[in-house]
């Protein structure tokens, strides 16, 4: 699990140029769910990569706190978002004071811990009602063409190529889906698969023959070069 987590830091470029970012509707959801505004909530958003999720935190008035294990997610966070603080760690032993944070945010990062250290975690560092908030952003494979792409990649990697996505017990979480799409070059859409870990350990060979593959697939579908990702966040919210 190390092996894969980390091998984002030789892509961190890519992945902060390509990975989707998430819908203003996630937020409302975390609002409302955690039963509070994001504007001057003190929030930690563990396992922060890039800052993607940071950085639309801070833009809801957030006053985000990054954590990031990685040198080269960390090195990008902090060349694509100067102005947000960021301390070096994991979400199985949080670099912060106990007590103090209003939120704590996993996004896209909670199936790379070990509940039985990030749980507590969170109880510790989290304040009295403040609110613990995991979310995956998956593409939808109600979609007929997502779904036949998500099979071809499965059908590759098999179980190596899935992580385990779930919520865990103990905390008493409350759920909500939020679908959303973003228009991007084909370009982009192959590049976004190609940040991922089980790309990233594949390597370049491999990696360069399943995207030539899927690019000549959906030129027949999208003749002008622009695919329509479509999207489903699902989000957990615990106040703790």
Request: net charge neutral; aromatic share 8%; hydrophobic share 45%.
């Amino acid at each position: 699990m190390t092996t894969r987590a980390r091998s984002f830091d030789a892509a961190a470029a890519l992945y902060n140029a390509h990975r989707p970012g998430y819908p203003a509707e996630l937020f409302d959801a975390v609002e409302e769910l955690a039963g509070r505004p994001l504007a001057g909530a003190l929030v930690a958003d563990a396992g922060a990569g890039t800052g993607i999720a940071s950085a639309l935190l801070h833009a809801r008035g957030a006053r985000v706190v990054a954590v990031e294990p990685g040198d080269g997610m960390a090195a990008e966070l902090r060349r694509a978002n100067p102005g947000i603080p960021l301390v070096r760690g994991d979400g199985d032993r949080l670099p912060l004071a106990s007590g103090r944070f209003d939120l704590l945010t996993y996004a896209q990062a909670w199936h790379w811990t070990d509940p039985a250290r990030s749980v507590p975690e969170a109880r510790r560092v989290l304040r009295p009602g403040g609110a613990l908030a995991l979310w995956w952003n998956d593409m939808d494979a109600a979609v007929p063409w997502i779904a036949a792409q998500d099979a071809r990649v499965r059908a590759l990697f098999g179980a190596d190529g899935v992580s385990f996505r779930g919520l865990p017990p103990g905390p008493s979480f409350t759920t909500r889906e939020i679908r959303w799409s973003r228009r991007v070059p084909l370009e982009a859409h192959l590049a976004n698969h190609a940040s991922h870990s089980a790309f990233l350990l594949l390597g370049e060979p491999g990696t360069r023959a399943f995207l030539d593959a899927e690019r000549d697939r959906l030129l027949r579908l999208f003749p002008d070069g622009t695919v329509e990702e479509r999207y489903v966040v699902t989000l957990g919210v615990a106040v703790l």
